[in-house]
């Protein structure tokens, strides 16, 4: 599942190719993904100009300008096996291709095998205006910006017993800590994943906001370094390689105190953790 940093470097490359150009052609060749596409997206989009590209958790804002008609954003989300890459135009079409924009020479193709994916058109002007949209309105912060805090991780999980891992994965107090994350940010904070939210200190909350930015930042890197080819459309964006120290890695030795590392099911979620390092 595309998790937030392979949806923040798609949000790069879209920008790197698409900002300031005009869209010459929009083409949608399924009425539905998760649910129903607007039946009037292509002829909508056709004529406008890419004027900024954003993204709020694991959703991408494109703004599509026009100077003459009203002005609206593309929201897209890639589901459960989405991609939006950049390919040359007359690159082939393969199976589960459901949308592309021409751009030029160059086209962002959306491909979703699942079709857990979704494409919405948004007539409002502001990105803020986006923000009120019901998909976007119940979101937590952003995990990179400055508004998520150790006082506001602190103070939303006052009198919360559920797991920290599960008041961390919910998405309502911050956005896009998806579950390899979310186990590899625990182990680096030294927290337990079945502590209660509740018992959370001021101060672990400072070492935890600080690991979570830790392991997206590096995972976006590690996304960024193959982002020139994925622009060029040589090659398909993958998942990115983390460097886990917990994730996938039960019944081998922790990198940190070589205890084997254990696995247990959360909200039926794989989480897995060192239970010398990594404390209730
Ligand atoms: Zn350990």
Redesign the pocket.
Known sequence: MPELPEVEVTRRAIAQVALGHVIDEAIVRVPRLRWDVPADLARVLAGRRVASVARRGKYLLVECTHTQRAPGWLLVHLGMSGSFTVVAADTPLRKHDHADLRLGDRVLRYHDPRRFGSIDWLPVATLAECEAHPLLAGLGVEPLSEQFTAELLWQRTRGRRVAIKQALLAGNIVVGVGNIYCSEALFRAGIHPAMQAQRLSRERAMRLVAAVRETLTEAIAAGGSSLRDFVSGEQEMGYFQVNARVYDRAGQP?R????TIRKLLQGQRATYY?S??QKR
């Open positions: 922790c940190g105190c070589g205890n060192c010398v390092c």
